[in-house]
């Protein structure tokens, strides 16, 4: 059974930094693509960023320069370090993966960026 677990969502200040963690389980998880996705209230949910089974790394525009996606294969787990923080990148975010023709999402977590 695939689970994908994600954590360190927040409250923070424009300007600042989180890390968000997804662990995974149920799959050989050095061998897939991991990737975040976020949904703002009342929009769709987009691709963030992703990471491939050999470390190659991309980014929506949006996010490029100030977000690292990064992977511990010894631990299954997928890291989303966000810094420099805007409003609009508040949403909600989610893990998640393809295995056997089927994509399989996170419970997400909640990313608020405010004064």
């Known amino acids: 059974q695939v689970r994908l677990v994600e954590s360190g969502g927040g409250l923070v200040q424009p300007g600042g930094s989180l890390r968000l963690s997804c662990a995974a389980s149920?799959?050989?998880?050095?061998?897939?693509?991991m990737d975040w996705y976020r949904q703002p209230p009342g929009e769709q949910r987009d691709l963030v960023a992703n990471i491939s089974s050999g470390g190659a790394t991309s980014y929506a525009g949006s996010v490029k320069g100030r977000f690292t996606i990064s992977r511990d294969n010894r631990m299954n787990r997928v890291i989303l370090q966000m810094d420099s923080l805007k409003p609009e990148d508040t949403a909600v975010y989610y893990c998640?993966?393809?295995?056997?023709?089927?994509?399989?999402w996170g419970q997400g977590t909640q990313v608020t960026v405010s004064q």
């Open positions: 149920g799959i050989n998880f050095r061998l897939y693509t």
């Open positions: 998640h993966t393809r295995h056997r023709a089927r994509d399989y």
